[in-house]
């Protein structure tokens, strides 16, 4: 059976960092990119970047120079490293896996092939 399942989530300071995973089961993270994703409430899904299987990441404007990912094929999982983070960051972030690199479509939630259930992400004081 094919999941992703993220974990890492919680609250956090504004200020904080927080390390997001997404571990793959039934598959093997080698041969995927990984989009990260996030959807605030009420909201539509925002792409946060995407990391294809050779490490090279593509990254969405607004993420960049906070926002950072890497992948453990080893460990079959993938994580998002967070910085900085303002309340304005705080959502459900889920992240995604797809057999094609990072291409046009990086930051569309419907160009992936599967999809974890997310793990909820909250910056307060």
């Known amino acids: 059976q094919v999941q992703l399942v993220e974990s890492g989530g919680g609250s956090v300071q504004p200020g904080g960092s927080l390390t997001l995973s997404c571990k793959l089961s039934?598959?093997?993270?080698?041969?995927?990119?990984i989009g990260w994703f996030r959807q605030a409430p009420g909201k539509e899904h925002e792409g946060v970047l995407c990391?294809?299987?050779?490490?090279?990441?593509k990254y969405a404007d607004s993420m960049k120079g906070r926002f950072t990912s890497s992948r453990d094929n080893d460990k079959n999982t993938a994580y998002l490293q967070m910085n900085s983070l303002t309340p304005e960051d705080t959502a459900v972030y889920y992240c995604?896996?797809?057999?094609?690199?990072?291409?046009?479509?990086?930051?569309?939630?419907?160009?992936?092939?599967?999809w974890g259930q997310g793990t909820q992400v909250t910056v307060s004081s």
């Open positions: 039934g598959f093997t993270l080698h041969y995927y990119a």
């Open positions: 995604a896996a797809d057999t094609d690199p990072c291409g046009s479509y990086y930051l569309e939630w419907e160009w992936y092939d599967y």
């Open positions: 990391i294809s299987a050779d490490g090279s990441t």
